[in-house]
Structures are given as structure tokens and as C-alpha cells.
């Protein structure tokens, strides 16, 4: 078979073509540091590292979920420990209160301190954290939880719900608690007759009791104080196991995006020494093709007769 000059030209010229191009390609991609340049030049590797990269991105979002739920928390571990701290002293209070060596001018004293003490109470319980919302109103974060009715009574006016987060694809976080699950209400027996009193209406009646010097009634406040109290710890415990859970996940988290980085590095970025070695070779192989290619040209005819 015979090949036409035109033919050879035209052979040589795509062989050091596809050559160049080979340089040229190695050369973007050791600029780049990345194996695939354009999806179409591996579409399956291509495919693969989109989905790696919307993996990381989900973590990421996961991430900031475990950060929100984290600074939420801390606020409500904070007031919740603050309530516990001053229910302590209500406890104090009561056990003053009750001696049989106290008298009216003494328990008026203390009613007043335990006065200021659930004003301040009251103020905790209707807490926001730093974005403006209530911490203690459940879903029903804009609105203030704990309220006057009017009558001199406080009454819970947020709900009962929890809100729930994604911190993975198949795990969900509580981000709250509902303030009547922390300032939680007593049962009061009367005469056989059970009624359901607030937490803010113990301390009212207890202030009362001391007040009337009703040492009968200050007994009774001090079971219900003791109530109150439990209620505070238990929920300063959730708070505490909700937050060992944030803990846990984040580890878990930290190695799942430590897992997906792993196998974007090995499926994206470039093996430079094997890239430099391939881009020299490459380039020996196109040095040598122009060499050639310079030389077959000159044997011709034409250059004879020259």
C-alpha cells in the first residue's frame, strides 16, 4: 500500500497533535492539582466525586445543625442550673421558715427574700437565647411562656412540643425543652380534692404562708418546694444527656467527613509524582516526534534537486 505525501503529512501532523494535546492536558491538570478537568473526559469518575462532594456538603449542614443545637442548649443548661441554684435557697428559706423558734417579723423577712427570689425565677423562665428566641416556650418561640392571666396568676402560655434536627441521615437531636417540663406544676391534695399548682403558684403560696405566719402552711409549701426542685434537677439531667448526645455525634460526625475526604482525595486530586513522570515521558515522546517528523519531511524530491 502506498501512502500519498498528503496522506504522510496529515498522519504526522495528528500524531504530534494528539501528542501536544497530551502535554497539554498533563500540564492543566498538575496546575490544577485535580485528576479530571472536564466531566467528559471520565464520566463515571466525574459522577462520583459530585456525589462525594454533596456528601461533604451534607455533613457541613449536619455540622452547623449539632452548632445550633449545641449554643441552644447551653443557654438552657445555664438558666436551668441558675433556677436550680436559687430554688436551693427557696429550699433554705423553707426550712427557716418552718422552725418553731421563728416569729412573724422573722418570717416576714424571709418572705420578702423569696419575694425577690421568684422574680428572678420568673425572669429565667422567660429567657431567650441569642437569636431572640425563647427557651423555655417550646415551638412557640416568639411568644413570652410564662405570663400574668391577669388575675395575679402565672400560667404557661408556650407548648409542649420538642423541636427535632437532622444531624444525620438517619438521626434526629431534641434542640428544646418545654418550660412546663423544667418549672414543673405539683398535685395539692385538699380535703381529698386534687388540684394541679404551677410552679410560680408554690412559691406565691409559700411567700403567703410566711406572710399569714401559717406555720401549718409553710410545712406544706416545703413538700411542694422539695417537688419543684426534683423537677428542676431531672430536667438539668436531660439537659446534660442531650448534650452528651450532641458530643457523641459530633465524633461521629468528625469521622464521617474524615471517611468522604479520604475518598474525594483519591478519586480527585492528582498523584504528582506519577503525573510528573507521565508529563515527562510525554514530552520525550513529542521532542522525539518533532525530530522525526523534521527529518522523514526533508527526504523528498524536491529537496534533491535542491
Not at 130 to 148: E, L, R
Request: aromatic share 6%; proline share 1%.
Amino acid at each position: 500500500m502506498r501512502i500519498s505525501t498528503n496522506e504522510f503529512y496529515q498522519r504526522a501532523i495528528d500524531q504530534l497533535t494528539n501528542k501536544q494535546s497530551s502535554v497539554a492536558d498533563l500540564q492543566a491538570r498538575l496546575a490544577s492539582g485535580k485528576k479530571v478537568l472536564n466531566a467528559s473526559d471520565a464520566p463515571d469518575r466525574a459522577a462520583l466525586i459530585l456525589r462525594l462532594k454533596s456528601a461533604m456538603t451534607q455533613q457541613s449542614n449536619f455540622e452547623r445543625n449539632l452548632n445550633a443545637i449545641e449554643d441552644r442548649m447551653t443557654a438552657e443548661e445555664s438558666v436551668i442550673s441558675s433556677a436550680s441554684d436559687l430554688m436551693q435557697r427557696v429550699r433554705e428559706l423553707a426550712v427557716q421558715g418552718s422552725s418553731d423558734t421563728l416569729g412573724a417579723d422573722g418570717r416576714a423577712i424571709i418572705a420578702q427574700e423569696v419575694s425577690n427570689l421568684r422574680d428572678e425565677l420568673f425572669n429565667l423562665a422567660n429567657q431567650k437565647d441569642a437569636n431572640g428566641n425563647y427557651v423555655f416556650a417550646g415551638s412557640k418561640t416568639s411568644t413570652q411562656p410564662f405570663v400574668d392571666d391577669g388575675t395575679g396568676q402565672i400560667i404557661y402560655a408556650g407548648d409542649s412540643d420538642r423541636i427535632t434536627v437532622n444531624v444525620s441521615e438517619f438521626r434526629q437531636l431534641t434542640i428544646n425543652k418545654p418550660g412546663d417540663e423544667v418549672f414543673t406544676a405539683v398535685i395539692r391534695d385538699e380535703n381529698g380534692v386534687e388540684t394541679r399548682q404551677s410552679f410560680f403558684a408554690v412559691l406565691d403560696d409559700f411567700e403567703a404562708a410566711l406572710r399569714n405566719n401559717d406555720s401549718t402552711a409553710i410545712g406544706a409549701s416545703f413538700s411542694e418546694i422539695d417537688q419543684v426542685n426534683k423537677g428542676l434537677g431531672l430536667a438539668l439531667a436531660d439537659t446534660g444527656s442531650r448534650m452528651a448526645a450532641v458530643e457523641s455525634q459530633r465524633g461521629i460526625l468528625e469521622e464521617t467527613k474524615l471517611r468522604y475526604q479520604t475518598l474525594l482525595s483519591n478519586e480527585e486530586d492528582l498523584d504528582y509524582a506519577t503525573a510528573v513522570t507521565e508529563l515527562s515521558r510525554e514530552m520525550l515522546a513529542l521532542e522525539a516526534a518533532q525530530a522525526s517528523f523534521s527529518k522523514v519531511s526533508q527526504l523528498s524530491l524536491f529537496n534533491y534537486l535542491r
